[in-house]
């Protein structure tokens, strides 16, 4: 059997991943980088040391002040010191564990949006958007994100659906933001090994996500664009809520390979299409390109790589995506716009400016949610053509 790896050295392997990151590798290459070099480390221990990794980045501005450093030892130091745990114990240079305190280990008290870990520029677009949650929010997304599944309402109940992965290990509630929607609290690394999930009765999808869904106006035999289809998630929840001609469209058709093999587990039929045609559907949805900042607890990278001028890029393209949608829906049909992100630039500020230059549209209905009601943060808007 292979012995696991000590609490101290998790931390070690934590700083030497954090250090590739922070040198500017992506997290996910550098985890995979340290297990091919890391054979000795068991499921546990690169679980562990993923957990340790993941919570720094969230944290990365307030762990390094505490830890005296923005490098892989200050971050793991500071994530300790946030738990109050005592470094002295683990930094102790014995064996596998990290070198002994130094001096220059001391760190401070993080103030400001420096304790909100949030970067400088981005705090007053968040405090126009958010307002009094600013700091709430922000703390929300200091912590990892719930694990939630959608239940696949076209084959399975919500109840049958808790009793299947109950028998596979995997306790799961129901979720008050979409009636789809489970949140697991136990088992959540069995899900994609379980056969509710390889035989399409769930699907891994945020709950905010499944909300959005849920307040399309899908009606049977509608014909239904999912222009920024992406994995095809928001692209499945639609299928299983009612029969529907339903299209997905990607501007970067590798990311919809994994579409049909999905749709089949699932028992739904989706057409692909390179070449939406104008006036055609019912309903276009435009799940657009964002910030991400909605879901920063799950790609905590996206909120220290976002710069004024990617926002910038980013607006742009939003703006493009509406204008390029609007002439496919059809008379009397719905343009949905939706972003998972916090920033009202990319929320309302692209709607009002979709309807200064499109007059003869019209808003009729809007959602929006933080991380507060438990999910991502997400925005839609519902757009019509102007009748009379």
Known sequence: MVPCMTPAARLSAAITVL?????????????????????????????????????????????????GAMTGRGLVLGGLRAAGTDPALLFTGDGHAPGPLTPQDQGHTPQGAEALDLPDWLVPDLSLSLGAD?????????????????VNIARITGPAAIAALQAEGITAHPHALADTALEVTQGARKIQSSQAYLTGLV?????????????????????????????????????????????????????????????????????????????????????APCSGSGSWRRDPQGKWALTPEKLAQTLALQDLILDRIAPLVAPGG?????????????????IAGFLARWPGWQQTDQLRLTPLSGGDGFFLALLTQKTG
């Not at 709430?136 to 959608?150: D, N």
């Not at 590798?254 to 989706?270: F, H, N, S, T, Y």
């Not at 992100?341 to 500020?349: A, I, P, Q």
């Open 19 to 67: 250090d590739g990151i922070l040198a500017g590798d992506s997290a996910e290459r550098a985890l995979t980088n340290w297990g091919r070099a890391s054979r000795f480390a068991g499921s546990g221990d690169r679980a562990a040391v993923r957990d340790l990794v993941f919570d720094a980045l969230r944290c990365r501005r307030s762990f390094a002040a505490l830890g």
């Open 134 to 150: 600013l700091a709430a929010v922000a703390q929300a997304m200091q912590h990892r994100a719930p694990v939630f599944l959608r």
């Open 203 to 287: 699907e891994l999808q945020d709950a905010a996500s499944q909300a959005v869904v849920a307040r399309l106006p899908l009606r049977e035999d509608m014909r239904v664009l999912d222009y920024c289809a992406g994995g095809g998630g928001k692209t499945l929840a639609m299928a299983a809520r009612a029969q529907l001609h339903l299209f997905a469209h990607d501007a970067n058709p590798a990311r919809l390979r994994d579409l049909p093999p999905r749709a089949a587990r699932a028992g739904v039929q989706v057409s692909l299409t390179d070449s939406p045609a104008a006036g055609h559907y019912d309903l276009v949805l435009a799940d």
């Open 334 to 350: 719905v343009l949905a716009y939706a972003t998972c992100s916090l920033l009202e630039v990319e929320n309302g500020g692209r």
